[in-house]
């Protein structure tokens, strides 16, 4: 027997020991993360179409679905304050149904609904951060504010005149405890999906409005909406001011963008898909299109999407104790 057979058994013979001390379920795993996908990937958005999270999807899904070979369906599930979406992606209990969602969607569940029917640790496993929001403070431009402390003022010698509104989950938390340390008696307008708040905004419907400046650029443009001021310093508006510059830094509440897998996903695949995700988004032309939208790339993997989490989780806890609120 040649020396190249002797070689080519013993590696055969060391590939089966190999695999026969993997248990059923390392083994199955294993597979799993090798052949995945299999079928069409679903994404899931808690928002409607013409969000921040909704454009970055779409962009995102027609590189991802050139490199897995498969097509992807974006479903937008907005309402309910977010949870219509996450309902729905832990029901289908698929790991071809990705949830892809902002932050804002579920860091203020745990104060603001009396009971909360996920468990984010469990049914919200991180794959891959993407994007923190560009946060946006605005009003319509027909309104004579020019800055928030402007509107603050306004609204305090208006009482009960003013309408506002916040995009679902933190975004509308920070809202609330704003109007309550400014002591400003102003309408809180709730919204199933707030492109809509947007529109109204636009319309002079409502007097102000806290959302992702992917929501009002549109309106910016066509010179319906004026943006008072941002969370951050960005380039998508350079001479727009931060919310701390402005003097409301507790209103600059930060959300990011990422994809989650359903319980049970294997870290491995998470790693896997997190890799071909953060390739995506790491494309000089869709990074750029992304961001264009209102949004600061920041790919990475599942372990800086969970540090990214817990921050943002010490964030709402802040804005709850302005509140009184008590975890649930």
């Known amino acids: 027997m040649g020396a190249s057979m002797i070689r080519l058994l013993s590696f055969v013979a060391a590939l089966f020991a190999a ?14 993360t090798q052949t995945w996908p299999q079928r069409n990937i679903k994404l899931i958005l808690p928002f409607g179409a013409g969000s921040a999270t909704d454009a970055a999807a779409r962009l995102l899904g027609e590189r991802l679905s050139a490199r897995w070979g498969k097509p992807i369906v974006v479903e937008n599930r907005p309402g309910s304050d977010g949870l219509l979406a996450i309902n729905a992606f832990i029901a289908a209990a698929d790991d071809h149904v990705l949830l892809y969602a902002s932050s804002a969607s579920f860091m203020a569940h745990p104060y603001t609904q009396e009971k909360v029917p996920y468990s984010l640790e469990r049914d919200l496993l991180p794959i891959a951060r993407i994007s923190h929001t560009v946060l946006s403070a605005a009003v319509p431009a027909a309104t004579e504010f020019k800055t928030v402390a402007e509107f603050v003022a306004g609204a305090r010698a208006n009482p009960d005149k003013y309408n506002a509104a916040g995009a679902p989950g ?19 307008i709730p919204y199933r999906d707030i492109v809509q708040g947007g529109r109204d905004l636009g319309e002079n419907r409502i007097q102000f409005l806290i959302s992702s400046f992917a929501v009002i650029r549109p309106l910016v443009e066509a010179n319906k909406v004026r ?9 998508v508006a350079p001479n727009v001011p931060s919310l701390a510059e402005a003097g409301f830094p507790d209103l600059a509440v930060q959300t ?17 898909i997190a890799a071909d995700i953060v390739a995506a988004a790491s494309d000089p032309v ?20 969970a540090q990214t989490l817990k921050a943002q989780a010490d964030q709402a806890a802040r804005v709850a104790a302005v509140l009184g609120l008590k975890r649930n």
């Not at 920070?174 to 809180?188: E, G, I």
């Open 227 to 235: 943006v008072l001021a941002l969370g951050d310093r960005s380039k």
């Open 170 to 188: 933190v975004p509308e938390f920070a809202l609330d405890a704003f109007l309550k340390t400014q002591n400003l008696k102003v309408a809180k």
């Open 286 to 305: 869709t990074s750029e299109r992304i961001a264009a939208t209102g949004q600061d790339m920041v790919p990475a993997g599942p372990d800086e999407l």
């Open 256 to 272: 990011t963008s990422g994809f989650y897998g359903p319980a049970g996903m294997p870290l491995d695949l998470r790693k896997r």
């Open 19 to 32: 695999l026969a001390a993997l248990s059923p379920s390392q083994a199955q795993t294993q597979t799993q």
